[in-house]
């Protein structure tokens, strides 16, 4: 009986030893990657404030659209963009073209990167509307006045 105590106390305190060292290494391992991604954050920031003081920018009223009939009011056929391209999520912005020419490559702070492919009725002065897959999407999205970068083609 004692020595299955004792092999008990042993595996127990070995097991103890164990997940302690686990701890410690994980602690390190996610302390260094919260460093490297700080530093490539600031760098990331540097360049892109390097990169956007040579485009022009200003505050726009965004929003979002779908290919549904309730967003859009009407959609051309086969679904084709203004500058006759399919629309993508991740690349499609609606803009007056007065302001933003089509074609032109456009940054919206907290969005990403666009091209200006499309335009719309209701798309007048600095206002962009930036494409989603679902009426959900864009319907989450909502309304947001957010700082837009381009660069006219």
């Known amino acids: 009986m004692q020595i299955r105590l004792t092999c008990f106390s042993l595996s127990a305190g070995i097991m103890a030893i164990v997940l302690f060292l686990v701890g410690m290494h994980y602690f390190d391992t996610v302390s260094h990657l919260k460093e490297k991604n700080e530093q490539l954050s600031r760098k990331v920031n540097v360049l892109e404030s390097e990169f956007l003081t040579d485009l022009e920018k200003g505050e726009f009223e965004v929003t979002a659209y779908d290919v549904s009939l309730r967003s859009t009011g009407k959609w051309s056929r086969n679904h084709l963009t203004k500058s006759g391209t399919t629309p993508h999520r991740y690349r499609t912005v609606a803009v007056d073209p007065t ?55």
């Open 99 to 153: 302001i933003i020419p089509i074609g032109s490559l456009v940054y919206i702070e907290g969005v990403g990167w666009r091209i200006a492919e499309d335009t719309g009725s209701k798309i007048k002065g600095k206002m962009i509307d930036v494409f989603f897959d679902s009426e959900d999407e864009a319907i989450d999205f909502g309304r947001q006045t957010l700082k837009v970068y381009y660069y006219k083609v």
